[in-house]
């Protein structure tokens, strides 16, 4: 079990990463309603599942209480920021042609991915848990929600196609904790992050895939 004070050390960290998740992903989850023709209602809807989901789940397997049942301000940061981001577009429905949305999306489901990585590898340490049992939840916090949020917008979730998705993370986390053995976590997941959303976005850029065997 970790230490009081590794705990109170490292609960901070969480707590700016869950931070910084739940605004990239609720700007994630929004663009993916507005892109199949949700109203507002399904915008902010998915702006909670893609922030909220994958951490509700961690948690139910830790056996704790929930993150935003704790802190009820992820729930308003999620529906706050989904909500200005559909009202923006709502009103500016033009910026929807723009290429640059299409960046936008990809890099804030990329932030979101790699943050939310490291939240759940951040939360499982705290509940006393080790290495391998992280790197899990740390997969699952990063693309719970995507995966739940894409059903729910009847697409294919993303996490099953050949993308490099689940690999982000599955290496980012294995970087950060390999990083976080010999320097300040903070510095660790800081080069974690960028490490994640950098092969993400290049990933997409470079069509880089994993191999699928057809039959």
Wanted: hydrophobic content about 55%; some cysteine; proline content about 1%.
């Amino acid at each position: 079990m970790a230490s009081n004070t590794y705990i109170g050390h490292i609960s901070l960290l969480l707590d700016i990463l869950l931070i910084i998740g739940v605004i990239a992903c609720s700007i994630s989850g929004c663009l993916r309603a507005i892109d199949s023709k949700m109203d507002i209602t399904g915008a902010l809807l998915l702006a909670f599942v893609i922030s909220n989901a994958g951490g509700t789940f961690r948690d139910l397997i830790l056996g704790t209480t929930v993150f935003w049942i704790n802190n009820h301000l992820y729930v308003w940061l999620s529906l706050g920021v989904g909500a200005i981001t559909y009202v923006i577009f709502y009103f500016n429905p033009k910026l929807l042609a723009n290429r640059r949305l299409t960046q936008l999306v990809l890099l804030s489901d990329a932030i979101g991915l790699a943050v939310f990585c490291l939240a759940g590898v951040e939360k499982s340490y705290i509940m006393g848990q080790n290495f391998y049992i992280a790197i899990i939840l740390g997969i699952w916090t990063a693309v719970g929600g995507g995966v739940i949020a894409d059903v729910i917008a009847n697409r294919v979730p993303l996490v099953f196609s050949s993308e490099l998705y689940i690999t982000v993370s599955f290496l980012g986390a294995i970087l950060y904790i390999l990083l976080s053995g010999f320097m300040l976590q903070e510095l660790a997941g800081f080069i974690s992050v960028m490490f994640m959303v950098t092969l993400r976005m290049m990933s997409v850029k470079y069509h880089w895939k994993l191999p699928i065997i057809n039959a």
